[in-house]
């Protein structure tokens, strides 16, 4: 493996604008397509109580129209281009990002710098009344209305205290939705989606120095803003563990179970992973055939490693078959965690997952799009771009012992479980 690590250092280049927007720019002129990705270092995390839901409400808004660009025209133009095009919001960041034949750079560009540059000059009552019933909408079908809808925003609540910024879901509280004041919405805006508080990937077929000259064009004059200030919290912990039962409009039973783990790229974060897939993430997972293959009392079972800026959680979930009781599958779940730790795990455990992340790694940098968007997790979370061959390394550590160490370390600890059960028959 170590040789070709070397495949792995991708050559690029970075450079800051007066405005202190970070560019960095990679060629790859493997095919006539050109990515570019957008972050923004905002999330949910930035909120506050009462207050959330804002920055996934941006992630309509910055569709919605700015100065020059008519509502819903950002997706036409780039669609016309033949590129496709998206944006997405998590607790630590929002990003937006087209890919497109390069000879269209400059539209993307354009596209990008007016709606960061000019986006409060198209942002009005109707367009925020508009897309406030659009999200209220998403989150009634995707959470309310949705089976086991809301488990995530359970499980998160409780496993963080009100006044920690991982407490409310993503797309917000459907009372602060529906309390959404334009001066507040504008006020977010004005001090998250500055250039000085963003970076921008360029990868693909262009010259780089064309690329920087583009990038000057349309972004160099947009003003910053107050530099803003990171978040710094105390590692979370839970002082005892909690039992939450919801009802709700299902046909089975789900169980999940919820840690407070490690941030990502810690120490413990490639362990987790690992720990992670072994005990659930597929058909050869030891949960997998202890509980639906072996003993037949789960429909189905996962489990995974969420790390994040702040701190990790660490969560397994699996469905009863019906007729059994949650109690015997969370039985069944800490009698294999138990094993795990105290025997650890077998060399070919190791070598399968191992190669598993490995393999999904290298296919990962086989698309230009996904290149584009690795580049900038890694700038948002190192501070470096090119950390392909530190991040794959981390798994190269890993042993059988530091498993069993790291299951021990966290998975004994207090925790949330939530138990999804069907509506009883009083319920109205």
């Known amino acids: 493996m170590n040789n070709n690590l070397n495949l792995l250092d991708k050559k690029y280049e970075k450079v800051v604008l007066d405005n202190g927007l970070e560019v960095i720019l990679y060629e790859d002129k493997s095919l ?97 009344d508009n897309q406030k019933s659009v999200v209220m909408n998403e989150r009634r079908q995707r959470y309310e209305n949705e089976p086991y809808g809301l488990a995530w925003e359970l499980l998160f609540s409780n496993l963080f205290e009100q006044d920690f910024p991982y407490h409310w879901p993503t797309i917000g509280w459907m009372k602060d939705i529906e309390n959404f004041e334009l001066d507040d919405i504008k006020d977010f805006f004005r001090k998250y989606y500055s250039p000085n508080n963003a970076s921008l990937v360029i ?10 000259k583009s990038v000057e064009k349309y972004f160099s004059e947009i003003p910053s803003e107050q530099a803003v200030s990171p978040l710094h919290y105390n590692q ?5 563990s909690k039992h939450i039962v919801h009802e709700d409009n299902v046909q089975l039973p789900r169980i999940y179970l919820a840690w407070i783990s490690d941030k990502v790229f810690s120490k413990d974060d490639p362990d987790l992973d690992a720990l992670s897939d072994i005990l659930g993430s597929s058909k050869n997972s030891r949960l997998y055939k202890s509980l639906v293959h072996e003993k037949q009392i789960a429909q189905d079972v996962s489990c995974f490693q969420y790390s994040a800026n702040l701190t990790g959680m660490f969560i397994i979930v699996a469905t009863a078959k019906p007729g059994v009781e949650l109690d015997t599958i969370k039985s069944e779940i800490m009698t294999e965690i138990e094993k795990l730790a105290q025997e650890g795990v077998t060399e070919n455990e ?61 998975l004994f600890n207090n925790h949330v479980r939530l138990d999804v059960v069907p509506k009883s028959k009083n319920t109205i």
């Open 236 to 240: 979370p912990a839970l002082t005892e």
């Open 203 to 212: 990868a693909g077929d262009m010259e780089t120095k064309d690329a920087i």
């Open 32 to 128: 006539p397509l050109v990515s570019v990705n957008l972050w923004y270092r905002v999330g949910s995390s930035c909120e506050t109580p009462g207050k959330t839901g804002f920055a996934h409400l941006f992630e309509h808004m910055m569709f919605q129209g700015s100065l020059n660009v008519e509502k819903e025209m950002h997706f036409r133009y780039i669609q016309e281009a033949g590129g496709s095009l998206n944006g997405s919001t998590s607790i630590d960041r929002t990003n937006y990002y087209e890919t497109l034949p390069s000879n269209n750079l400059d539209l993307a560009l354009w596209l990008e710098s007016d709606r960061m540059g000019f986006m409060l000059d198209g942002l009005i009552q109707e367009k925020l």
């Open 350 to 410: 190791l070598l399968r997952t191992l190669n598993g992340i490995k393999s999904s790694f290298l296919y990962s940098l086989q698309n230009v799009e996904r290149m584009a968007n690795q580049f900038n997790s890694y700038n948002f979370y190192l501070n470096e771009p090119n950390s392909f061959i530190i991040d794959l390394e981390r798994y190269e550590r890993i042993t059988a012992q530091t498993i069993a160490d790291t299951a021990k370390k966290h």
